[in-house]
């Protein structure tokens, strides 16, 4: 009997250690989140000040609205049909005109009336940068013209593919006509005053890439939410192998979130920083 209350007192002690530890192994599964200190913000954003210039959160870079549309290799600024269209940095014009006959999506008359700047920037990675921007109402420019940032290359439309008015917006490094040469341009672009920008890399209990993860920023009096990227092929910047961005998001304090689980990370965003993180669900 002595010897069985032994071996249950081992047993319950074991058990005990092995709840001590969990608190210690869910630290462990997110690092703290750290403020990066030089941020590649090289671009405008592609509108005039009184635009809505903040990216459409039900679509951003990587997702795929649950499998309604295509993986999105940019970002949709909602606006007005009209609303003036500018160059997010100086460059000379790559391409101005339909692409109903030339090919720069999926498939032709995917961006219907489209520019593409090429700018005299080169990614930390190596190879030039390009924006692109797409569903244009009208081209203000002509290929080969040299622009400077905030020129008004053309207007918000809906042309091509796209449901309702809006700016479609990419950055491309290296190959101006490649659908996958794409970055999240979140990254490239400062987040707007009063805001931060939050870039992170959520993780399965595995390591591997969390995809298409509903991930919410909470505040007590709001609620920010994205979706990482819902594909592995899906372009990433190889110095933060990051998964999602949410850019704009007033300063603040925040517990990252993933409905569901036990994941609940602090997170406090300043104006004008960039804070990284990895979490890792439990
Ligand atoms: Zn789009």
Known sequence: MRMFRKIF???LMAAGCALLGAPAQAQDSASTPIVLENPHYWLARPLKKAASLSAAVGYPYGWHRNHQSPIHHGVDFVNPQGTPVLAAADGTVYYAGS???????ERANFYGNLVIIQHNLEAPEGGRIFTLYGHLS??????????RQGDRIGAVGATGIA???HLHFEVRIGAAESYFAVRNPELWYAP????????GRLLNADGSKALGIRVTLAAPKRAL????????SVPRDPALDENFTLADAPAGCYRLRVRGTALDVPVCLRAGQTVFVEARLP
Do not use: C, K, W
Not at 99 to 105: A, K, M, N, P, T
Not at 225 to 232: K, Q
């Open 192 to 199: 707007l005053p009063g805001t931060g920008t939050l870039i």
């Open 99 to 105: 692409d109903q006959e030339r090919l720069f999506g």
């Open 225 to 232: 939410y994205t979706f990482t990227y819902a594909d592995p």
């Open 9 to 11: 007192l081992a047993l």
């Open 163 to 165: 449901l309702g008015n």
């Open 138 to 147: 009208y081209v203000a420019v002509q290929s080969g013209e040299r622009v």
